[in-house]
């Protein structure tokens, strides 16, 4: 059986059982070994909202045995995402238009090319990334939102503890975090909401001039979604394992400026970047790998974070009684 009929095979049947169904079951309905089940579920779980009576007990135990219960989350079926990368979505918009026309297929057309930017639709949202939510946000935030962005009106919610009136602009689904974010203007600064973090969300009459804002251009230099000032790099990474891959993936959809030197055993990042603590923590996943340049609060920021890592474990002093 072709892995992705498996796959959806189960997905259904998880649909059909929302009081719940072993993965030993879920093996024998599907009439595949066990392993092979298994392999399906570890993806499954990544990709899908679904959830086993183990995830609430606290321990470390492996979820992946014929053992264990599996639930959809409700509402299931509005959660059944396939991540398709650009020359597939490509080949299927080519493929519906061959098939000719049909309602579906001139729905599936639609979400593609909005996905694809090809043509203006729900310009106000941006997915960053590929992954799929775990869980949706209140059912009546977005319609407020895209009531009060198409209309210029201000919103009104509670963020931690205080309360924000704001020009909303946007909304960003950032896949690394797998959660949605409002931008708005507060004042005369834009900033990011976690709409995790925002309740009571509330449509006011007050009306805004909306200023000449285009979400993908904001977004292009957010190494995040981290608010802040915008900062010139530059960092510069030793050629170590797959140091260079990982670098020319992580900047690929960005304008970096990337030069490599020493015989190929250096290359230099320059960019500009807002997200000061999010691009400090990927600098850091690099190790000794990668050494800030620029901008100087940045290289201190860094060698700050490994000083507390190398106190954490007491190299720094006996690094200096040697």
């Known amino acids: ?13 998880l649909a059909a059982n ?6 030993g079951e879920l093996a024998r309905v599907c009439g595949i070994p066990w392993p092979t089940l298994k392999k399906d579920l570890e993806y499954i779980s990544q990709s899908y909202p679904v959830y086993t009576d183990r995830d609430d007990s606290g321990s ?17 079926e509005q959660y059944l995402p396939v991540t398709l990368g650009v020359q597939e979505a490509f080949v299927l918009l080519r493929a519906l238009e061959l098939l000719g026309e049909s309602p579906e297929r001139s729905r599936l057309r639609e979400k593609l090319i909005g996905r694809l930017g090809l043509e203006p639709s729900n310009e106000y949202r941006l997915i960053k990334g590929s992954m799929v939510p775990v869980r949706p ?7 407020i939102l895209d009531l009060a962005v198409n209309e210029c009106r201000q919103v009104s919610f509670s963020f931690g503890e205080r309360k924000a009136v704001v020009d909303p602009l ?11 974010y409002l931008l708005a203007r507060e004042g005369e600064t834009v900033k990011t909401f976690n709409l995790q973090k925002a309740a009571n969300m509330r449509l006011t009459s007050n009306r805004f001039s909306r200023p000449d804002f285009e979400i993908k251009d904001w977004m292009s230099l957010h190494w995040g979604m981290e608010y802040g000032e915008p900062m010139r790099v530059k960092v510069r990474f030793a050629n170590r394992s797959h140091t260079f891959d990982k670098v020319r993936k992580d900047t690929a ?7 490599v030197s020493d015989d190929g055993n250096t290359m230099l990042m320059e960019d500009t970047v807002i997200g000061f603590n999010e691009f400090v923590t990927w600098v850091l996943g690099f190790g000794s790998a990668a050494e800030v340049l620029e901008p100087p609060e940045l290289r201190r920021a860094v060698r700050d974070r490994v000083t507390e890592v190398l106190e954490v474990y007491g190299l720094e002093r006996s690094t200096t009684e040697r």
């Open 1 to 13: 059986m072709d892995s992705i009929v498996r796959i959806m095979k189960t997905i259904a049947l």
């Open 18 to 23: 929302p009081q719940g169904i072993s993965g």
């Open 60 to 76: 470390d135990e492996d979820i992946f045995q014929p053992d264990v219960v599996w639930y959809p989350v409700e509402p299931f």
């Open 137 to 143: 946000i209140d059912s009546e935030v977005f319609p």
């Open 170 to 180: 946007g909304l960003v689904f950032y896949s690394r975090l797998r959660h949605w």
């Open 253 to 259: 959809h960005r304008g970096s400026k990337l030069t």
